[in-house]
């Protein structure tokens, strides 16, 4: 038997000074987060602790990181009428620099045979 992998959802956001609050959209999208098995691993926030120590990071980015259960979870999540009904008050107040979904790595395929 097979168990599914957990996905997560790994957002960066523009939260310069002085941007508008995100509180409405934390209000509403948290419930419809947990709702389908997610939680928040990391939260963005405008004075966010990042070291740099590889590549580049552009000026005013923050990352927030939530897990699923798995990807299906994280997709039906992400495609529910409840969140691309809230989705606007974050995106309005704190434009997207990326969000994308990845699956946790599958550890049983990389032990020694």
């Not at 999208?29 to 928040?40: S, T, Y």
Request: overall charge negative; glycine content about 6%.
């Amino acid at each position: 038997m097979t168990s599914q992998l957990p996905a997560y959802l790994v957002c960066s956001s523009f939260m310069p000074e002085g941007h508008g609050s995100i509180i409405p959209y934390g209000e509403a999208a948290h419930p419809i987060i947990e709702k389908f098995g997610g939680e928040l691993l990391v939260a963005g926030e405008t004075d966010q602790f990042m070291e740099l120590f590889e590549g580049e990071w552009k000026k005013h980015a923050k990352f927030t990181l939530f897990k699923f259960p798995s990807m299906e979870h994280l997709r039906n999540f992400w495609n529910s009428e409840e969140y691309q009904a809230a989705k606007h008050l974050r995106t309005e107040k704190t434009p997207p620099n990326f969000t994308f979904a990845v699956n946790a790595v599958d550890l049983s395929k990389w032990e020694p045979v």
